[in-house]
């Protein structure tokens, strides 16, 4: 129950957690905190489910199935089965897009997190000082705040852009109608899926980046094959473009004028260059809560400046700001409750994170990439397995892709991307062991089950070994033990 005290002619609500933020990271505290007996105040001014929910996650996994589908029909011929060019039928895609979310939603509604105990409202959380929210008219004065706020797309100052309509991840799931030309602004993550995406479905598409290439955090090896399937599949790719200025034109679409005075026309625009944290309107400098560029300030325990606040998820920046991630913002989750039910220490940064391209093919990485390690460890050793050399890849005719691991000398693991089909599944057995600290050595010794694609990992991994094979004096014992019969 939530503790209630008197203050005229309202009551004060003084939970143990007041936690801003409806999103997955908010979520994941109320309700882990909730079932562990703790009174919690969940305050929401938008949606239940955030970003990940609404506009981001969910429909873009959606939309991706929906694209894989005709991908897969566009292949079939190569398997002996006929077909044709499929047909996409645009307010049907919409409402499996939008069903998607409307299934999922009741696992983050109000009334499930009511149903646990937690107190939600529906209303613009301020902080008024350092330990004191209001939420519409309510006054909550809570041990421990969590802030969740998430983070929303970041437009870049291109001339004319605040002037023409476009998409970002929070419209272009609005669409019903087919676009005619679909131009990307950004080769992200988010850029290179909705891109690939709209391309399988029958649109004609275009990605402009700044950048020298795609997916720029990622190792420049693997972000390749990422942008040789784009470009397979149809996509102009083009890389190292300034964009002076964009303008609306008479029918309604988009005319962008690039540096050097070539003009790109569409009909549609998604500027997708990333996402900055939402830090305003919360009354942060009431609560003496520091924030800069990358969100509110929080140390490696995911404490804000006050004492009293925790920061997590897509808003969470400073020195503990990791990447942002669903999968972080539930990690995040985790470790506050540790931190402020049970006093347990929690340094943010220790457990390996990996991250997917959900692209066909997947990209999936952990850890360093090969130039990150050349820098922190100097010697170190490349192991790679091509899919085309995976024999369950070869009957799906799925060889596109390798997996590239970044070990010691000795054979602890640094890293490792994967670039090809079930890569987002496949990392795993690296991140265990990267958590575990086991050695690559270790995954060489596993059984894998045949024929799957699990086995590029025991591939990669014999790679490591292949060399003491190579030992003059291992070939020596064998020969004597030959000659002992």
Same mark, same amino acid.
């Given at each position: ?21 409806a ?13 562990l ?30 694209a ?6 566009l ?25 998607t ?60 852009l ?53 997916l ?61 944290p939402?830090?305003?309107?919360l ?17 490696r ?7 009293r %606040?925790?920061?997590? !998820?897509?808003?969470? =920046?400073? #020195?503990? +700001? $990791? &990447? ?32 997917v ?19 922190e ?22 060889t ?6 970044? %070990?010691?000398?000795? !054979?602890?693991?640094? =890293?490792? #991307?994967i +670039? $090809? &089909? ?64």
């Open positions: 129950m939530v503790g209630q005290t008197d203050n005229g002619a309202q009551k004060v609500l003084e939970p143990d957690f007041c936690v801003i933020g999103g997955s990271a908010g979520l994941s505290v109320a309700s882990i905190a909730a079932s007996g703790a009174a919690v105040v969940l305050v929401e001014k938008d949606a239940m489910g955030g970003d990940c929910l609404n506009v981001g996650c969910v429909p873009s996994k959606a939309l991706i199935a929906a894989l589908r005709a991908g897969n029909m292949e079939a011929e190569h398997f002996g089965i006929g077909g044709a060019e499929p047909v996409v039928d645009f307010a049907k895609l919409h409402a499996h897009v939008q069903g979310i409307a299934a999922i939603a009741p696992m983050d509604s109000i009334a499930r997190y009511r149903a646990m105990g937690v107190t939600v409202i529906q209303a613009e959380a301020r902080f008024t000082s350092e330990n004191t929210v209001m939420a519409g008219e309510r006054t909550i004065r809570a041990r421990r705040f969590v802030i969740a706020t998430g983070s929303r797309p970041s437009v870049p100052p291109i001339q004319g605040d002037q023409v309509s476009y998409l970002t991840n929070e419209t272009i799931f609005d669409l019903s109608e087919k676009p005619a030309h679909l131009v990307v602004i950004g080769g992200g993550a988010i850029g290179v899926e909705i891109a690939q995406a709209y391309r399988l479905l029958g649109v004609m598409v275009t990605i402009l980046e700044a950048g020298k290439d795609l720029a955090q990622e190792d420049p090896e693997m972000a390749g094959v990422v942008g040789h399937a784009l470009r397979s599949d149809g996509v102009s790719v083009r890389i190292g473009v300034t964009i002076d200025r964009v303008a609306q034109t008479e029918g309604g679409g988009i005319s962008l004028f690039l540096n050097g005075g070539e003009r790109i026309d569409g009909s549609h625009l998604l500027v997708a260059t990333g996402r900055k939402i830090v305003d309107g009354g942060l400098e009431n609560a003496g809560i520091e924030t800069d560029a990358s969100g509110i300030r929080v140390d325990g995911l404490r804000t400046s006050n004492r %606040v925790y920061a997590i !998820g897509d808003c969470a =920046g400073g #020195s503990g +700001a $990791g &990447a942002r991630f669903t999968h972080v913002a539930n990690h995040h989750a985790g470790l506050v409750i540790r931190n402020a039910l049970f006093r347990l220490p929690i340094r943010v940064g220790q457990a390996p994170v990996p991250r391209t959900y692209t066909a093919p997947e990209l999936a990485s952990v850890g360093l990439t090969e130039a990150q390690a050349r820098e460890h100097g010697a170190i050793r490349i192991l790679r397995w091509a899919f085309a050399d995976n024999d369950r890849a070869r009957t799906e005719r799925r596109e892709g390798h997996v590239k691991a970044v %070990v010691t000398p000795r !054979g602890r693991i640094l =890293g490792c #991307s +670039a $090809g &089909a079930h890569a987002g599944e496949l990392i795993m057995p690296w991140v265990l062991a990267m958590s575990r600290g086991l050695k690559v050595s270790d995954l060489a010794g596993l059984v894998y089950p045949y024929p799957t694609f699990s086995e590029v990992t025991k591939s990669t991994a014999v790679e490591f070994l292949r060399p003491s094979a190579q030992n003059p004096w291992l070939r020596r014992l064998i020969s004597l033990v030959r000659r002992l019969g």
